[in-house]
């Protein structure tokens, strides 16, 4: 159900330091079930301290539908500290990100002011072939807060009706302030609502 890189797992306490992961995940056997796949934690729980993802996640299996560079699943214990970065091809049936499918840690990205900035950065294309995809996260509900995000890779979201896509973020619940949010790509939805940097936003930026 899990698959990473480095980790299938990172649980709650474990911490991933100063990894660079050029390990290709591909999965093609369509009568398997899978869910979660991330080029460094298949879901996160624990710490991850600058990470670095340098190859393909290719994800063709039936239900891959939490995918991203980094963690596919990133809980709420799960967190991230200092630099950030895909530079490979993240592809996925749905919920895809060019770092994290799904975040449900809603203080991952509320960085204290009073420390380094945290700084995630997508390169590598992100496709999704029925569902939505984004540079950075598919699905946010952070707060955003004294972090620099950036997006360089073409998106491509999938063909379902419902499916949204962005450039940064399919879908963003959270409130962003002190932040810098930047996309230099290409962003193709096929679905219901594509945007530049956020496809479907219900949070406020400041």
């Known amino acids: 159900q899990y698959v990473g890189g480095i980790a299938g797992a990172n649980e709650e306490g474990g911490e991933i330091t100063n990894t660079i992961s050029s390990i290709a995940l591909h999965v093609k056997d369509k009568t398997k079930t899978a ?28 239900d891959a539908i939490f995918v991203g560079g980094i963690v596919g699943e990133n809980t709420e214990s799960g967190a991230f500290i200092g630099e950030i970065a895909n530079a490979g091809t993240v592809t996925g049936k749905a919920n895809v990100g060019g770092i994290i499918g799904q975040n449900l840690n809603t203080t991952l990205l509320n960085n204290s002011n009073e420390v380094e ?15 939505g995809a984004a540079g950075i996260f598919y ?20 063909t379902s009706a419902t499916s949204v896509t962005g450039g940064l973020f399919g879908k963003n619940s959270g409130e962003i302030t002190n932040s810098t949010l930047t996309n230099n790509a290409l962003v193709e939805g096929g679905g219901t609502d594509t945007g530049g940097i956020i496809g479907q936003n219900s949070g406020n930026a400041e």
């Open 139 to 158: 699905d946010n509900s952070s707060a955003i807060v004294n972090a620099d995000l950036s997006n360089a890779g073409e998106i491509k979201g999938g």
């Open 35 to 62: 869910q979660y796949f991330g080029g460094v934690a298949g879901q996160n729980s624990g710490k991850i301290i600058g990470a670095t993802n340098e190859n393909d996640v290719d994800v063709a299996a039936g």
């Open 117 to 131: 900035r945290l700084v995630i950065t997508n390169s590598g294309y992100v496709y999704a072939e029925e569902g």
